[in-house]
């Protein structure tokens, strides 16, 4: 038997955390437990539940894989979902700037976590979606690594890099909740709009810590859901944060005629506890003296050029309003950003 390792990464069952078993090539098998997780174009799909996308949509993105560039199969994608010509059009724009909000959301990872950074070690990033964070965590670190639990972006991802000739870089099909690595393997670790959409919060936020390396940083936005300063930014639409939960989908449903399920964003009194209940339970677990730190960033407004949009030009005008709010306002900012350290 032999240990999918794919270069230095060694991969594990999610369900038993074990080494799979790489003995035959189209698929990774758990020696503990039977389980065979398929591998497609080189990703290993290592979710617990049935595959969704193994139909015309991920048959035709491999069947064009060679011959399309990144804009074209991202365009292929776009035409499976179904969306109106201008939705599509600005997620098209969206993901063709990718390589550059990738290397920004980089810049402010590092930033964050100051001299401490590894980059002689691995990055990760959950939910990486069609790539352009991997794409620029690869430039900085050895080896980067993306997850997400949509096979046909992780598809598209690959093709980016390829497109950059970047080698370093290796894709899995998992979920957030059961990462399929072993513990500290990942000096440092990001996920952008990915906490609120997932079911179970606090094992994201686990599973996440359990795989930082000591002296790590693991670093994720959660959009507030007590923003006063925008609508909810995945429907657009003012005030659905204020509601009970049980009432959300039919206020949605009311004023924009679209479902709202899969989406649970935090208050940031929700967010805290979560990471106190958390990271203090691996602490107890761990029975040790010093445990995990982090903080929870977030700015009401923030000082700009007055040329932008309302806020920016009343910070411009008057800078001690900014003050005023970002110390007062903090619960109603419009998201927050979480840096989680692992001690050494």
């Known amino acids: 038997m032999s240990v999918k390792t794919f270069n230095a ?3 594990l069952c999610p369900l038993c955390r074990v080494p799979l078993d790489d003995s035959i090539a189209t698929r990774c098998v758990c020696p503990r437990c039977a389980r065979s997780f398929p591998i497609f174009h080189g990703i290993p799909d290592l979710r617990s539940e049935p595959d969704e996308y193994s139909g015309e949509e991920l048959a035709t993105l491999l069947a064009r894989f060679d011959e399309s560039s990144l804009e074209d199969l991202i365009r292929l994608r776009l035409s499976f979902n179904q969306m109106p010509a201008d939705v599509a059009d600005l997620h098209l724009k969206h993901e063709l700037v990718g390589n550059e909000r ?3 959301r980089t810049e402010q990872i590092v930033r964050f976590a100051g001299d401490a950074v590894d980059f002689s070690g691995i990055a990760l990033d959950i939910g990486c979606g069609m790539g352009g964070m991997v794409h620029a ?9 993306g997850i997400d639990v949509a096979l046909p972006d992780l598809i598209i991802a690959q093709k980016r890099c390829q497109e950059a000739g970047l080698d370093n870089v290796t894709f899995i099909c998992a979920s957030a909740e059961a990462l399929p690595f072993a513990d500290g393997t990942f000096a440092m670790m990001n996920a952008t709009d990915v906490v609120e959409h997932v079911p179970q919060q606090r094992l994201f936020l686990s599973e996440g810590y359990r795989v930082l390396q000591p002296g790590g940083y693991f670093c994720f936005n959660s959009p507030n859901r007590y923003n006063i300063f925008g609508p909810e930014p995945h429907v657009n639409l003012w005030g659905v944060g204020f509601l009970p ?5 039919a206020y949605v449903k009311l004023f924009k005629g679209m479902g709202y399920t899969g989406k649970r964003l935090l208050s940031y009194l929700e967010l805290r506890a979560m990471l106190h209940q958390t990271l203090g339970a691996d602490k107890a677990r761990n029975g040790t003296a010093s445990g995990p730190s982090f903080q929870i960033l977030g700015t009401a407004i923030r000082a700009s050029s007055a040329r932008k949009g309302w806020k920016h030009r009343l910070a411009f005008r008057y800078p001690f309003l900014v003050d005023l709010a970002n110390r007062f306002l ?3 900012v419009p998201q927050y950003e979480v840096v989680v350290s692992k001690p050494r």
């Open 102 to 104: 990738g290397a920004e």
């Open 245 to 249: 939960r049980a009432w959300m989908p």
């Open 330 to 332: 903090k619960p109603f």
């Open 137 to 145: 965590l690869a430039q900085r670190f050895a080896w980067a690594v």
């Open 9 to 11: 990464l060694t991969l």
